[in-house]
């Protein structure tokens, strides 16, 4: 079965940088897009970023570009949110998630999500 | 940007009963929509791609209709599991995808 494990969040400081990773297992990882969406605390749904199959192709929320970095491993069957800058509105649960699709022109359906990590700014 | 709205915020009804959620977009979206059911501490779920097609393993109970910029999900009889916050997302004029504000489902 499908599963997306996002590694542990933490409390970080405003300015400073957290990476994120997701362990995909269950499903043949380099045939899907990939995307991060987060929600900040009893707030609703805000889609960061996408990541095409084979991680040429991405594209960035307005809010993070600049900042955030996505990227993947294949070999790894791993994808990554590299987070620089961070802000206190940055403070959410962000979840890994992946595309019905490989191809990112086609992609928007997010058909598995991982159980999501707590990112805390606050200094 | 597309702004989706949804209405109502919260709905109240009976179990056995019928609801009907609806969500608007700014502008046209074609059939590019989705529907997520997300329950207290959980990861969403996604229940409907392409405005009605009903993802794997998702009740018969659950449909989806609309177009451009009108849309609903219609869950035809509630059960117990089913009371949870409701999304709409758009994915036809992206960055970025965006979802609506949500709508609670309570049991009334």
């Known amino acids: 079965q499908v599963q997306l494990v996002e590694s542990e969040g933490g409390v970080v400081q405003p300015g400073r940088s957290l990476r994120l990773s997701c362990a995909a297992s269950?499903?043949?990882?380099?045939?899907?897009?990939m995307h991060w969406v987060r929600q900040a605390p009893g707030k609703g749904l805000e889609w960061v970023t996408v990541?095409?199959?084979?991680?040429?192709?991405?594209y960035y929320a307005d809010s993070v570009k600049g900042r955030f970095t996505i990227s993947r491993d294949n070999s790894k069957n791993t994808l990554y949110l590299q987070m620089n800058s961070l802000r206190a509105e940055d403070t959410a649960v962000y979840y890994c998630?992946?595309?019905?699709?490989?191809?990112?022109?086609?992609?928007?359906?997010?058909?598995?999500w991982g159980q999501g990590t707590l990112v805390t700014v606050s200094s | 940007e597309i702004v989706m709205t949804q209405s109502p915020a919260t709905l109240s009804v009976s179990p056995g009963e019928r609801a009907t959620l609806s969500c608007r977009a700014s502008?046209?979206?074609?059939?590019?929509l989705a529907w997520y059911q997300q329950k207290p501490g959980q990861a969403p779920r996604l229940l409907i791609y392409?405005?009605?097609t009903r993802a794997t393993g998702i009740p018969a109970r659950f449909s989806g209709s609309g177009s451009g910029t009108e849309f609903t999900l219609t869950i035809s009889s509630l059960q117990s599991e089913d009371f949870a916050v409701y999304y709409c997302?758009?994915?036809?004029?992206?960055?970025?995808?965006?979802f609506g504000q949500g709508t609670k489902l309570e049991i009334k």
């Open positions: 998630a992946r595309d019905r699709d490989y191809d990112i022109l086609r992609a928007g359906e997010i058909d598995y």
């Open positions: 269950g499903f043949t990882f380099s045939g899907f897009a």
């Open positions: 990541i095409s199959y084979d991680g040429s192709t991405k």
């Open positions: 502008q046209s979206v074609s059939s590019s």
């Open positions: 392409g405005a009605s």
């Open positions: 997302q758009q994915y036809n004029n992206w960055p970025p995808y965006t």
